[in-house]
């Protein structure tokens, strides 16, 4: 079995990296917000979140993503998912677990051209560094991807063809 899992804050770039793995790996690509939004019904995690709040969000991530990760696939995990300890539980199992970082500039400029995402609060510094010790435990390659996206391809790339990975350009 390869399960090739990305976590991370969000904004790092779980799901364009996913897909681009996915791709080049010939293997499935599965995004949790996307599974989780068809489960309970809505269009956007904004939309979600409005009626269910995080806890129900939450109740979906734990229903769905153990399971998930027993594919042979690439899974993107939502920022909070790795939090959930089933779901930390299930992860470790995982063959690679990818634990993207950006800089904070970088999180809020990403996340300011998105359309389902708010932009980064006060609260959202805070809780994005109580998040970083648990997405490093749990990874097995740490990657910043705040420079560009070929050179966040080619760690990526490296580490999986020897086992490390190569600083990114900046």
Same mark, same amino acid.
């Given at each position: ?6 976590? =991370? ?8 990296? =996913? ?8 293997? !499935?690509?599965?995004? $949790? ?7 309970? =019904?809505?269009? $956007? ?72 995402? !708010? ?13 970083? !010790? ?5 990874? $097995? ?25 190569? !600083?990114?350009?900046?």
């Amino acid at each position: 079995m390869s399960t090739f899992v990305f976590i =991370g804050f969000r904004g790092s770039g779980k799901s364009t990296l =996913g897909k681009w793995l996915a791709d080049e790996l010939d293997l !499935p690509f599965v995004d $949790t917000d996307e599974k989780v939004l068809g489960f309970l =019904g809505f269009q $956007t995690v904004m939309e979600a979140w409005d009626a269910v709040g995080e806890e129900g969000w939450r109740e979906a991530e734990l229903h769905l993503i153990p399971e998930l990760l027993e594919q042979d696939a690439v899974v993107s995990l939502g920022g909070g998912a790795p939090l959930l300890p089933n779901v930390a539980k299930a992860i470790a199992v995982c063959d690679v677990v990818f634990n993207l970082t950006a800089s904070e500039n970088v999180t809020a400029d990403r996340l300011a051209r998105s359309c389902d995402r !708010p932009e980064l609060s006060a609260d959202d510094t805070e809780m994005r560094l109580s998040r970083l !010790p648990m997405y490093a435990e749990l990874g $097995t390659c740490g990657i910043d991807t705040s420079g560009d996206l070929e050179s966040t391809k080619k760690c990526i790339v490296e580490f999986l063809e020897h086992g490390h990975q190569m !600083p990114p350009a900046m």
